[in-house]
């Protein structure tokens, strides 16, 4: 399918947003003096750095006078301005000797690393929380045994009592939950206590926890057992803390496409409310804005070549040849390199170590790591399985058919992912890494049964037919 047009949005941009951009096409004035006068972008598939694939040179001529009017838009536009320290300490200060991948392996060591010493510190403190619950539970009911027992009642009878109290019940469990962005977390984090404090202002509209409430809903067994949330670079102490984690997933494709117009440049004051006047645009976003007119051409013809080598810097401006930007291109749908959040906070940084792990939990085993999943195509479903899969009564996830922090509930300048069958082709194999990864968490997941890998597995095939079963395979760029 052709992308639809990346120019003046339909509906006018609010007044706090730089009017600029809704007006581009109407202004823009080409180096020989003529002008755009509104020259509509249309098509699919031309080449970045100029020309071919169904634009007119009128409009080939209007876009890079575009390219040059939004890059200077965002004068914040600096190598210095990512959001990641991570990345700007181990590609910048580095120089020649670092690569894209690098500073993601030094960034999430360093972060594991601090997440295993404040996780010894939380499972110290929780413990001994747990042995003086336990002993008040003891004292309590040595008490009413006390009262109830007549004088020659066995001992072992009240030991037996109080044993059998102290004892962990089945959905004693603890669980970690891993919120990958762009695949219906914030709908359960809403809903999740220990999720809430971090969404409520940004994304959930609610000032106290739902349940708290007593008009709300009840608090869910999935709420009551998970007692840690990670989410970007934060609380990494969640990945060994527990042995039980909550993931939520999407189909690979669909959820890079969601950062897409999630991040895109021109929609980040709707979606972050983000005023370029004060914080500009962060080079990753603004470097494919100005290369690609939509994610059907970032797809289709910049990821359509081989991938460029990593050990080669990217570089920034609006001059960029068609290599370069494919180079951009490469690196941000693989997350190797900033733009914005959620293309580098992805499948590889939130679960390879988890999945890397060799104690996976067995049926008949009480240790070792266990992993669930919730399908955002499903959630409803699934979350309601899962709920019973740990004790619960299996109520539904309240309000699960309103959108919370999604793309498609805003007026957005840039709202089509349509994506032509070579761009699909691309991301199948430009994500290649992500889809196993996804297709391991499906695998891994204790509270999905056959028919739930089958029906994901085919919707995952139906875009990358080379994806025939849920076994991981060897990718090629």
Not at 373 to 391: I, K, Q, S
Not at 443 to 463: F, G, K
Request: net charge positive; aromatic share 10%.
């Amino acid at each position: 399918a052709a992308a639809a047009a990346v120019g003046p949005p339909e509906t006018p941009l609010p007044t706090d947003v730089d009017r600029r951009t809704a007006t581009m096409l109407e202004t823009a004035v080409f180096a020989d003096g003529t002008k755009a006068g509104g020259v509509a972008m249309v098509g699919g598939g031309g080449g970045a750095g100029g020309g071919g694939g169904g634009y007119s040179a009128v409009e080939d001529k209007a876009w890079a006078s575009i390219r040059g009017d939004m890059f200077r838009e965002y004068p914040y536009c600096r190598f210095a301005r990512f959001h990641v320290k991570g990345f700007e300490k181990q590609y910048l200060k580095k120089g020649a000797k670092a690569y894209e991948g690098r500073w993601r392996v030094d960034y999430k060591a360093s972060l594991l690393n601090g997440g295993r010493k404040a996780a010894r510190r939380m499972i110290e403190e929780r413990e001994a929380r747990k042995k003086k619950d336990e002993e008040k539970k003891k004292r309590r009911l040595g008490r009413k045994k006390k009262k109830k027992n007549p004088r020659g009642a066995k001992a072992g009878d009240e030991r037996a009592v109080v044993v059998a109290a102290a004892a962990p019940a089945l959905t004693n469990r603890t669980i970690s939950y891993i919120h990958i962005g762009k695949a219906g977390g914030s709908s359960m984090s809403c809903y999740i206590r220990a999720a809430f404090p971090y969404m409520k202002d940004m994304h959930c509209r609610m000032s106290s926890f739902p349940s708290d409430d007593p008009s709300g809903p009840p608090e869910s067994a999935i709420s009551r057992q998970t007692d840690c949330y990670a989410h970007y670079d934060t609380d990494k102490q969640c990945y060994f803390i527990n042995k039980s984690f909550l993931f939520n997933v999407r189909h690979p494709i669909h959820r890079i496409a969601s950062w897409y117009l999630y991040e895109h440049v021109w929609n980040s004051p709707f979606t972050y409310n983000i005023r370029r006047t004060t914080d500009g645009a962060r080079c990753g976003n603004l470097m494919l804005s100005t290369c690609y007119r939509s994610f059907d051409e970032l797809a289709t013809v910049g990821l359509r070549g081989p991938r460029p080598s990593r050990k080669r810097r990217l570089r920034v401006g609006n001059d960029l040849t068609e290599g370069e930007c494919s180079h951009w291109a490469w690196a941000a749908v693989q997350g190797e390199v900033p733009a914005n959040f959620h293309n580098v906070f992805n499948y590889d940084w939130y679960a390879s170590d988890i999945l890397s792990r060799d104690d996976a939990k067995s049926e008949s085993e009480s240790e070792g790591t266990e992993i669930f999943a919730v399908r955002m195509e499903h959630l409803d479903e699934d979350w309601r399985n899962l709920d019973v899969f740990v004790g619960g009564t299996g109520d539904a996830l309240p309000n699960v058919d309103v959108p919370v922090n999604s793309a498609s509930d805003k007026a957005l300048p840039v709202a089509d992912k349509s994506v032509s069958g070579g761009g699909i082709a691309n991301l199948c194999r430009a994500l290649c890494g992500e889809i196993q990864i996804y297709k391991a968490l499906l695998a891994r997941a204790s509270n999905l049964v056959e028919d739930d890998r089958r029906a994901s597995l085919e919707e995952l095939r139906e875009t990358c037919p080379e994806e025939v079963d849920l076994r991981p395979r060897t990718c090629e760029e």
